[in-house]
């Protein structure tokens, strides 16, 4: 079993910058491919950005490319969604995901329990 923690969300104005982290536990964190999602009001979850177990392959979103980057620090087992250029359109709730897997799936196995980011105009 994985345990996943959000946390970093807030408000932020558009232009700005923030940084989401998520602490990962119950599992060697190096075997886990890590990812991050969004959910905006009314819509489906969406994918935002993806990092297989070492870090070296990342993969993003059209609609974050060159804004977002993630980022794992496999000693603190915490993954990164650093986020810049925010815009209103960004505001969503983010989940952190995980898969005991070499990459993400499109169903991560695991789910964090969310953390807002709210960007204004």
């Not at 990342?58 to 250029?85: C, P």
């Amino acid at each position: 079993q994985v345990q996943l923690v959000e946390s970093g969300g807030g408000l932020v104005q558009a232009g700005g910058s923030l940084t989401l982290s998520c602490a990962a536990s119950g599992r060697t964190f190096s075997t886990l491919a890590m990812g991050w999602f969004r959910q905006a009001p009314g819509k489906e979850r969406q994918f935002v950005a993806a990092s297989n177990w070492s870090g070296r392959s990342t993969v993003y979103a059209d609609s974050v490319k060159g804004r977002f980057t993630i980022a794992r620090d496999n000693a603190e087992s915490t993954v990164y969604l650093q986020m810049s250029s925010l815009k209103p359109e960004d505001t969503a709730v983010y989940y952190c995901a995980a898969d005991r897997k070499v990459v993400l799936t499109t169903s991560p196995e695991y789910w964090g329990q969310g953390t807002q980011v709210t960007v204004s105009s």
